[in-house]
């Protein structure tokens, strides 16, 4: 599969391109264009799905309090991943920015779901847990789908002069 060279401006482009293609991507989910795997997103989609259920059942906490917060990497190693290695080292030859963009918008995800289970180990009745749960889901589900947009390259670009101005604030809160 060729790989493409236009990659993030300011970036080395070709040795970016060059770095990725030493990975054998196309035999795996993992993005040529980018270096990422979507795979990582099954991490938050677990918690996602015990938030649902969570909120329909609130019994089923204790399946949510066993989730935990794991980094890209932390992910790929602890996983069963055929490519796991692959996907590793693909993440650490990808563009530092875009992987900035990931990980804060990762780590973020995992604040509010550590939060949200902090909040819910207090005393909470069960209508309530499933409000805190949906409420949860409302914030982590558009993150999901950013950090997804990240992972395969259709993220949207962004003039940096403009990044700052009050439009680009109303566009921030309406890609939400």
């Not at 790929?76 to 875009?98: C, M, Q, T, W």
């Amino acid at each position: 599969m060729a790989i493409s060279t236009k990659l993030a401006p300011g970036h080395d482009d070709v040795a970016m391109a060059a770095a990725i293609s030493a990975f054998p991507c196309a035999e795996t989910n993992i993005n040529p264009l980018t270096g990422l795997a979507t795979d990582y997103l099954n991490h938050f989609n677990e918690a996602i799905m015990l938030l649902e259920m969570l909120a329909e059942t609130p019994g089923c906490r204790d399946d949510f309090f066993a989730w935990q917060p794991r980094n890209y990497s932390e992910h790929f190693a602890a996983s069963n991943f055929k490519h796991r290695d692959v996907a590793i080292a693909a993440y650490g030859a990808a563009d530092p920015a875009l992987r900035q963009r990931l990980d804060t918008l990762a780590d973020t995800m995992n604040e509010i779901l550590m939060a949200t289970r902090e909040v819910m180990r207090q005393p909470v009745s069960d209508a309530s847990a499933g409000t805190i749960a949906n409420l949860a889901l409302r914030w982590i589900k558009p993150l999901v789908a950013r950090a997804g947009a990240i992972i395969n390259g259709t993220e949207a670009k962004r003039d940096p002069d403009q990044e700052n101005t009050p439009q680009a604030a109303v566009d921030a809160l309406m890609a939400r």
